[in-house]
C-alpha cells in the first residue's frame, strides 16, 4: 500500500494516473480517499477478481449486496449518469462511478496511456476505453458507502462530467481515436 499526493489539486483522473502508473504487481487497485468507502471491501474484488478471472472488478451502488447511504441528489445525479452511459456507451455495467476498482495490470497499461479526462468522468473513459481495447470481464462487486461530509460534486462539476462524457463519446464513436 502506497499513498501519492500532488501540492496542488489535478483532478481525479491526473491523479488516478499517477497513482496507478506508480502500482507495482499483476493486480491494481484504487480508492477514493474520501472516506466514504470502506477499503476492507477490496477482499471482495480480490475473491471476485479470481473466481471470474476478470479484467477489472468495480464497485457498484447497485449491487444486492451493496450498503449505501448518501443523500438523494446524489442518487439522482448518479442513476442519470448511469442511463446516459448505457444509451452512448452501451457498456454491461450499472455503476461506472465508484471509487474503488481492481485492475489487471495488463489491462492499465494498454489503457492508461489513451485516457485524456482529468476529472470525474475519468472512471467512464477508464471503462469505455477497456471495454473498446476488449478488456470486456467486467464484474460488479457489492461496496459499503457511508457518505460522511459534503459532496464535491457541484453544478460546475456535473456540468464539466457531461462536457467530458460528450468528449470521450466523440473520441470513442465520431473520431474512432482510442
Known amino acids: 500500500l502506497r499513498a501519492a499526493c500532488f501540492p496542488v489539486n489535478q483532478g481525479k483522473g491526473r491523479a488516478l494516473r499517477h497513482g496507478l502508473s506508480l502500482a507495482e504487481g499483476d493486480l491494481v487497485a484504487f480508492l477514493d480517499a474520501?472516506?466514504?468507502l470502506d477499503f476492507?471491501?477490496?477482499r471482495r474484488f480480490l475473491a471476485a477478481q479470481t473466481l471470474y478471472d476478470a479484467d477489472i472488478v468495480i464497485g457498484s451502488k447497485r449491487h444486492s449486496l451493496s450498503d449505501v447511504s448518501y443523500p438523494r441528489l446524489r442518487r439522482l445525479y448518479s442513476r442519470t449518469y448511469q442511463l446516459l452511459n448505457r444509451v452512448l456507451f452501451r457498456l454491461r455495467i450499472r455503476d461506472t462511478q465508484?471509487?474503488?476498482k481492481l485492475f489487471r495490470r495488463e489491462a492499465l497499461q494498454a489503457v492508461l496511456p489513451r485516457l485524456l479526462v482529468k476529472a470525474f468522468a475519468f472512471d467512464l473513459e477508464l471503462l469505455v476505453v477497456a471495454n473498446h481495447l476488449g478488456f470486456r470481464r467486467v464484474?460488479?462487486?457489492?461496496?459499503?458507502?457511508?457518505?460522511r461530509f459534503p459532496s464535491s460534486v457541484s453544478w460546475?462539476?456535473?456540468a464539466q462530467t457531461l462536457w467530458d462524457t460528450l468528449a470521450v463519446f466523440y473520441r470513442l464513436r465520431i473520431?474512432?481515436?482510442y
Open 139 to 147: 464484474v460488479e462487486a457489492p461496496v459499503r458507502i457511508t457518505h
Open 34 to 36: 474520501g472516506g466514504d
Open 40 to 42: 476492507t471491501e477490496l
Open 175 to 177: 473520431l474512432r481515436w
Open 156 to 158: 460546475r462539476a456535473v
Open 98 to 100: 465508484v471509487g474503488m
